[in-house]
C-alpha cells in the first residue's frame, strides 16, 4: 500500500518573491465564487447555525464576499433570511410593502415591525394613495385611527426609470427619504430610499446582484424537503445553493446535483464537501458551478477523530484545484482557516474562495446571545454535526424533541465550543483581507490567479514552525 503525504497549512510557507507593489491598494482580490458568480474579496461566512443567518450575509455582502444562509431552519424561515438579505439594501426596491387606507394604524405599525421597515406605501385600487412612515404611527399604538387618517397625502413621486443621481436630487431637494416610482396610471413601480442611495456609497465593494441587491446564497440537504426548498430559495432569489453534506463524494450528493441541475438548470450550485480530486470532478461531472473542499478540517471538526477519515486541508485544496483549473470550476476552501497567512495559503494552493467558520463566530452578526465565562463574553460557535445542532434541527423537523429523544444512537462529528466576543465582522473582514494583500505582494502577485502561478511552497521543520510563532518573549 502507498500511504500518500498530507500536509496542511502549519506544514508550509509561502518563499517570498520580488514584488513591484509599493501600497496594498495595488492588490486586486477579485475572485469567483462559481463559474457565473464573482466577489471582490474571496470569502464566504460558513452555512453554520451559529454563524450565518441574515445579519451575517448582509456584512459580508457589503464587503464584498458572500455569506451562505445554513439549512437548519424551515422552508420558510429559510427563505425569509434569504429575502431579508435581499430586502436590505438595492438601487431600487421593485416590490415595496403596501398597506390600503381603510386598514388600522395598528396594523400597520405591526406590519413595519414585521417587515423592519420604516415606511409602507398606502395604495388604493391598485393606485397611490398616500406613504406612510415610522413618525406617522409611533404614537398611534393606542389610537382607533385609520391609515388614511395619518399618512401623508401629497407625495413626492418619480417616474420609472429615473437614475439614481437624479433620484438623490429629488430626495435631497425635497427632504424627503422615500421617492416612490410611479407610472402613467398611477401604479406604483418601485421606490428609491435615502438609505439605499447612502448605503451604495458607503459600502462601494458590496458584492451585488444584476437589480443592484446583495448576494446572497443558502443551504440545502440531500434528503427531505430538498427540492422543494431549492425551488423555495431560488424564487427567494437566491443567487446560489449550496448542497452541504458531510461526505460529498457520494452517490447521495451526486443525485442530488443532479436533481436540482435537471430540475433548475439556470441554478448557481455548488457542492461538497470533498478532499479529494476524484471528488471534485465526480461532483463537476455531475454539474456543479464551484466545489466545496474540506474534510474533518474545521475547528470544531471531530469527523477525523470519529471515523479517521480526512485530508489535510492544504493537500485537500491544491489536489481538488488541479481538477477545478482542467474544468475551469472554482475550488472553495471551507475549513481549518484561522490565520490570513492560512487564508493566503489556501488561495495560493489553488482556492478562489474561503469558507469561513470560527473567524467569524463570535461577532455581533453571528446568530446566538452572549455567555458569560470569568466576566469576559462569549458566543457559543458548534459543529453542525454536533449533538446540539442535530438536537435543533430535528426540533425544527419535528416541533419539538426532547434531549433523550431518540438520539441516543446520533453519532456527532462536531463539538460545541464557544469563541470570544470579538466586535463587528466587518472589522474581522479588514484584517484579513489586508493580510491576504501583503501575502499577494510577498509572492510578487497583484492578483489572486497570479499568485497561484508564482506560488512556491517550502516545508518546514517543528523548528521552523517554532520560528515562525513570537517566540524568545513574554507576550503582553
Ligand atoms: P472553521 O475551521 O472555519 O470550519 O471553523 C468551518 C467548517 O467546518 C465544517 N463543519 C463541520 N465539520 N463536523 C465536521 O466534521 C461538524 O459538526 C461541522 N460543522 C461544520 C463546515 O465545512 C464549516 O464550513
Given at each position: 500500500m502507498e500511504i500518500k503525504e498530507g500536509l496542511t497549512f502549519d506544514d508550509v510557507l509561502l518563499v517570498p518573491k520580488y514584488s513591484d507593489i509599493t501600497s496594498r491598494s495595488q492588490t486586486d482580490l477579485r475572485t469567483k465564487l462559481s463559474k457565473n458568480i464573482s466577489l471582490n474579496i474571496p470569502l464566504i461566512s460558513a452555512n453554520m447555525d451559529t454563524v450565518t443567518e441574515s445579519a451575517m450575509a448582509i456584512a459580508l455582502a457589503q464587503e464584498g464576499g458572500i455569506g451562505i444562509i445554513h439549512r437548519f431552519l424551515t422552508v420558510e424561515e429559510e427563505v425569509e433570511e434569504v429575502l431579508k438579505v435581499k430586502r436590505s439594501a438595492s438601487v431600487m426596491i421593485e416590490n415595496p410593502y403596501m398597506i390600503s387606507p381603510d386598514q388600522s394604524a395598528k396594523d400597520a405599525m405591526a406590519y413595519m415591525r414585521e417587515k423592519g421597515v420604516s415606511g409602507l406605501l398606502v395604495v388604493k385600487d391598485s393606485k397611490l394613495a398616500g406613504i406612510l412612515t415610522h413618525r406617522d404611527v409611533?404614537?398611534?399604538?393606542?389610537?382607533?385611527?385609520?391609515?388614511k387618517d395619518i399618512m401623508t397625502k401629497d407625495v413626492i413621486t418619480a417616474k420609472p426609470g429615473i437614475n439614481l443621481s437624479e433620484a438623490k436630487e429629488l430626495l435631497r431637494e425635497h427632504r424627503i427619504e422615500k421617492l416612490p416610482l410611479v407610472d402613467t396610471n398611477g401604479q406604483v413601480k418601485g421606490l428609491v430610499t435615502s438609505k439605499d442611495i447612502t448605503h451604495n456609497e458607503n459600502y462601494p465593494n458590496a458584492s451585488k446582484d444584476k437589480k443592484g441587491r446583495p448576494l446572497v446564497g443558502a443551504a440545502v440537504g440531500v434528503k427531505g424537503d430538498f427540492m422543494e426548498r431549492t425551488e423555495a430559495l431560488l424564487e427567494a432569489d437566491a443567487d446560489a445553493i449550496v448542497v452541504d453534506?458531510?461526505?460529498?463524494?457520494?452517490e447521495n450528493a451526486i443525485s442530488t446535483i443532479r436533481n436540482i441541475k435537471k430540475a433548475f438548470p439556470n441554478c448557481e450550485l455548488i457542492a461538497g464537501n470533498v478532499a479529494t480530486a476524484k471528488g471534485a470532478e465526480d461532483l463537476i461531472k455531475a454539474g456543479v458551478d464551484a466545489v466545496k473542499v474540506g474534510v474533518?478540517?474545521?475547528?470544531?471538526?471531530i469527523t477525523r477523530v470519529i471515523t479517521g477519515s480526512g485530508v489535510p486541508q492544504l493537500t485537500a485544496v491544491y489536489d481538488c484545484a488541479q481538477i477545478g483549473k482542467k474544468y475551469d470550476v472554482p475550488i472553495i476552501s471551507d475549513g481549518?482557516?484561522?490565520?490570513s497567512g492560512d487564508l493566503t495559503k489556501a488561495l495560493a494552493a489553488g482556492a478562489s474562495t474561503v469558507m469561513v467558520g470560527s473567524l467569524f463566530?463570535?461577532?455581533?452578526?453571528?446568530?446566538g446571545s452572549f455567555v458569560m465565562k470569568n466576566g469576559k463574553r462569549y458566543k457559543i460557535y458548534r459543529g453542525m454535526a454536533s449533538f446540539y445542532a442535530a438536537l435543533g434541527r430535528k426540533s425544527k423537523e419535528t416541533g419539538t424533541v426532547a434531549?433523550?429523544?431518540?438520539?441516543?444512537?446520533y453519532v456527532a462529528e462536531g463539538v460545541e465550543a464557544m469563541v470570544p466576543y470579538k466586535g463587528t465582522v466587518a472589522d474581522i473582514i479588514k484584517q484579513l483581507s489586508g493580510g491576504v494583500r501583503s501575502g499577494l505582494s510577498y509572492c510578487g502577485a497583484h492578483t489572486i490567479t497570479q499568485m497561484q502561478q508564482n506560488a512556491e511552497f517550502i516545508k518546514m521543520s517543528r523548528a521552523g514552525f517554532a520560528e515562525s510563532q513570537p517566540h524568545d518573549v513574554d507576550l503582553m
Open positions: 409611533i404614537f398611534e399604538g393606542e389610537s382607533n385611527k385609520l391609515v453534506i458531510a461526505h460529498g463524494h457520494s474533518g478540517s474545521g475547528s470544531i471538526c481549518g482557516t484561522r490565520t463566530g463570535g461577532t455581533d452578526e453571528s446568530p434531549i433523550n429523544d431518540d438520539l441516543n444512537d
